[in-house]
């Protein structure tokens, strides 16, 4: 009996979970609100009706784009919190944030990039939603 091996741009969802996962890295990195607000849309429209990799990878970039939301806003409420932007120590707070909370969003999204180009499901760690 011959196996036929499946390309991973084969996988039923293949081109949604990369979209889900390249718009999240776009969040991040490049425009802010504006991927969220696409990732938010393509949520909406498809998560009841996709297959299985993409309502994965759409659920996985939702989840961990409103943590990452949530903790922009919490360094913020900190700096606010410890005497505002003026103060001396902001810069170093800014910079741990940076060095961090945001490069570990970044690397986790590549990694799930990576997961969605291979045609394979990806949870995020600590922030994505169990299946």
């Known amino acids: 009996m011959i196996q036929t091996i499946q390309e991973p741009f084969q996988v039923p969802g293949y081109t949604l979970a990369v979209l889900a996962e390249s718009l999240y890295l776009i969040n991040l990195l490049l425009l802010p609100g504006l ?4 990732l938010l849309w393509l949520y909406v429209k498809y998560e009841n ?3 299985p990799l993409a309502s994965c990878h759409l ?3 939702l989840a961990a784009s409103i943590w990452a939301g949530l903790l922009l806003i919490l360094i ?3 700096i606010i919190a410890m005497g505002g932007y003026k103060a001396p120590y902001t810069g170093v707070i800014v910079i741990l944030y940076f060095t961090t909370c945001h ?3 970044v690397l986790l999204g590549i990694f799930g990039l990576s997961k969605a180009m291979a045609g394979k499901l990806f949870r ?4 994505g939603p169990i299946e």
């Not at 995020?124 to 922030?127: D, H, I, N, T, V």
């Open 76 to 78: 913020n409420g900190i």
């Open 103 to 105: 490069s570990l969003l």
């Open 49 to 51: 009706h996709s297959p």
């Open 59 to 61: 659920r996985q970039t």
């Open 35 to 38: 991927a969220f607000i696409i």
């Open 124 to 127: 995020y760690p600590l922030m």
